[in-house]
């Protein structure tokens, strides 16, 4: 091991000392200010529990505060992290063409829909079924394995607000969502934490139409991030 | 003395066959060896109200508080053990034009058996990434409290595609392997001790 001079250890621990107090603080003063929501305790939740009669064995998860986030503005897209209460730029409507339109859960309904983008998957799936919430302004769909397993969902919607909102939060410390630009276009992409095995997803704002896309993946064990942003690409390819 | 005893034997047997037929004796239940849990309402209240049956899209259902004002109620993913392993939940990744998060649950091999999807709720942002849903019991962790008003409604100056009048808790669910409660009906009361949404089962 070498031995570094007294006064180059001495500058090393304040260093480290300055930034921890700095963690502590930006902390302390996040939760003063009221900017993230306080949980509640493991006390608190386990009277709560009892009292709506929730009998037997209880296992209470305590939160883990992170509030090392602030809200970040990339391109159209505003990053707020979750449980932010304090101040974010005002978000303004666009007038954005779709209005109104109709609810359905018909998939050759929403097929028909000028909205609607055929996207192509991986080899082994197949659309399951599609639903909008506006036949007008937003297609959605999940394609499944051959054991029915869903596995990547699409959406292409016509935002009606901007900025455009995208919860993010970290695992512990490490982001899960990156800005991005593919293609030109702005982008954002997330994961959830390797261990989870959870989802993993893209999403693109395509400004000369005001249409977003975006893919999810719900199985990461055999489908990755570039292959989620080919079947996003193989959508802006279908029809725009 | 030998028939004594055999007459004591038929006896017996036959007093526990009636008493099983009859359903006195308690039977074990026949549970697969798999791992089952049920999710719960996740609205904080000791009776929730159905302000809209089952909807689309996909399955879902809105919670009001029976007993008084919804907005700022707590609202958890709460899951019960009914038998096999434990299983595990994840905070997963979430589109929506509303504000909500979604939870994923799966198998400890990594198997997804369903996702909720949590809406108009204001996401606390301590949860933790993933959390065990234990082998036994209620396993119940913090989401967020219900919002009031829904700032991506657009009664707020958000869009069409987040329809909101009032506060009240959204849950949908999807199902890879389950089923979903479909005895609750819009306009009746249900006891969240007891009242489950989805049997979740490998």
């Given amino acids: 091991m070498r031995l570094l001079p007294r006064n180059r250890l001495r500058t090393r621990a304040t260093a480290v000392l300055i930034a921890a107090a700095l963690a502590v603080l930006a902390t302390t003063i996040g939760q003063a200010a009221g900017l993230f929501d306080t949980p509640p305790t493991p006390e608190q939740m386990e009277h709560d529990a009892r009292a709506r009669g929730i009998e037997g064995t209880l296992h209470v998860i305590t939160p883990v505060p992170d509030h090392s986030l602030a809200p970040e503005r990339h391109g159209p897209y505003l990053f707020v992290p979750l449980g932010w209460h304090g101040d974010l730029e005002p978000f303004g409507p666009v007038g954005t063409p779709g209005a109104g339109g109709e609810a359905s859960n018909d998939t050759g309904a929403v097929e028909s829909s000028a909205i609607w983008r055929n996207a ?9 079924h599609a639903w909008s919430e506006s036949l007008s302004r937003d297609a959605r769909s999940e394609f499944v394995d051959r054991d029915g397993h869903p596995v990547v969902s699409t959406t292409v919607r016509l935002p009606q607000i901007r ?15 990156e800005y991005t630009e593919i293609d030109g276009h702005p982008a954002v992409t997330w994961r959830t934490p390797a261990d989870a095995k959870g989802e993993i997803g893209v999403r693109l704002f395509h400004e000369q139409s005001g249409i977003e896309y975006a893919v999810q993946l719900s199985d990461t064990r055999t489908l990755t991030l570039p292959d989620a942003i080919e079947i996003l690409r193989s959508m802006l390819d279908a029809k725009n | 003395m030998r028939r004594i005893s055999r007459r004591i034997t038929a006896v017996v047997a036959a007093v526990v066959s009636l008493a099983l037929l009859a359903g006195f004796l308690p039977v074990t239940r026949a549970y697969a060896s798999t791992a089952q849990h049920d999710i719960m309402i996740g609205l904080a209240v000791a009776n929730a109200y159905v302000s809209q049956g089952w909807h689309s899209p996909g399955q879902s259902i809105d919670l009001q508080n029976a007993g008084g004002s919804t907005a700022g109620v707590s609202v958890y993913s709460q899951t019960k053990w009914i038998s096999g392993d434990a299983m595990v939940a994840y905070k997963a990744s979430y589109i929506s034009d509303c504000t909500g998060i979604k939870a994923e649950y799966k198998t400890g091999g990594g198997a997804t058996l369903g996702r909720t999807a949590y809406v108009h709720i204001n996401v606390s942002g301590s949860i933790p990434s993933s959390w065990n849903m234990a082998a036994s019991g209620w396993t119940v962790e913090y989401l967020g409290s219900v919002i009031n008003p829904e700032p991506n409604a657009p009664g707020q100056g958000g869009n069409d ?4 009048t009032g506060p009240h808790e959204h849950q949908s669910e999807e199902v890879a392997t389950g089923s979903v409660n479909s005895g609750l009906s819009a306009g009746n009361s249900y006891a969240t001790g007891s009242t489950w949404l989805v049997h979740l089962s490998d």
């Fill in chain 1, 163 to 177: 900025p455009i909102r995208v919860d993010v939060w970290t695992d512990g410390g490490t982001r899960l969502f």
């Fill in chain 1, 120 to 128: 192509r998957v991986p080899v082994g799936l197949h659309l399951d």
């Fill in chain 2, 161 to 164: 595609n987040c329809a909101w």
